[in-house]
């Protein structure tokens, strides 16, 4: 009997989630002006430039903040952006601390969606969203660090938001394990990034963005050593 409820419920949901996606689609499809939008929202988003991001937002005048908002969700669900981009254009609009509330809700947001979608419609609707080696790959790294992998990938502000999300929904791992690890690992990156990428310009920007780079090619190589390490163990024979 709780196996026929369980399953009628995932059945209604997945459908639901569907039905979801299909209005989505039609209306970014078929509505002229979120068309239009969509398109200039990814144009920007590739250019990975903060400058052009916030003047971008701007121009929306009373609606930035719902624009800035459902940019960082567009870039959780589907564009290879990291969010840092958007977390400083956000620090430049609003400051640091408006910016990084407003920057921190809405990758939350936008994490728990893609949560969602992966554990209701499954791995193969997902490769639509996320392509399968980068799944692949976030699910070696769950396999080696378990719930701590999330935290670890928040931290890390040139990694993909999405392909995160979504293998985590396609693991047997729990929504609040999830959405807590996300909000612990997003929330000092995003202080941090907020308060002082919205005060810095020129070259003292470029600095900043060479030192979060260099930070995150360390903590890479540091996994990386990690993970070799535990192989060479494990290929070691026994006494």
């Given amino acids: 009997m709780t196996e026929r409820k369980n399953a009628s419920k995932e059945s209604r949901n997945r459908i639901i989630m569907i039905g979801i996606l299909v209005v989505a689609l039609l209306i970014c499809l078929f509505v002229p002006a979120v068309n239009s939008g ?4 990814f144009r920007v988003l590739r250019k990975a430039d903060m400058a052009q ?12 903040v719902a624009v800035s908002f459902l ?6 669900i589907v564009a290879p952006i990291p969010a840092f981009f958007i977390t400083l254009a956000n620090s ?3 400051g640091w601390w408006k910016g990084a509330i407003l920057s921190w809700s809405s990758a939350m947001a936008g994490a728990a969606l893609c949560f969602y979608i992966a554990r209701v419609l499954g791995r193969d609707v997902v490769r639509k969203f ?11 790294f769950f396999a080696r660090f ?6 670890i990938c928040r931290l890390l502000p040139f990694v993909p938001f999405d392909p ?5 929904g396609l693991t047997p791992m729990s929504f609040w394990s999830f959405f807590i690890a996300t909000g612990l690992g997003q929330l000092p990156a995003t202080i941090l990034y907020s308060y002082f990428g919205g005060q810095l310009t020129g070259g003292a920007q470029a ?11 360390s903590l890479i190589a540091y996994i990386g050593k990690k993970i070799y390490d535990d192989r060479q163990q494990k290929r070691e024979p026994r006494k």
């Avoid at 969509?38 to 929202?41: N, P, S, T, V």
């Avoid at 991001?53 to 009373?62: D, L, N, Q, T």
């Fill in 130 to 140: 996320a392509t399968e080696g980068a799944l692949q790959s976030v699910e070696k």
């Fill in 146 to 151: 378990g719930k701590q992998s999330i935290m």
């Fill in 53 to 64: 991001i916030a003047e971008y937002i701007r121009g929306y005048g009373a609606w930035a």
């Fill in 207 to 217: 600095l900043m963005y060479g030192l979060i780079g260099l930070f995150s090619l």
């Fill in 164 to 168: 995160v999300s979504y293998a985590a």
């Fill in 71 to 76: 940019l960082m969700i567009l870039q959780s």
């Fill in 92 to 94: 430049m609009i609003w």
């Fill in 38 to 41: 969509i398109k200039e929202a």
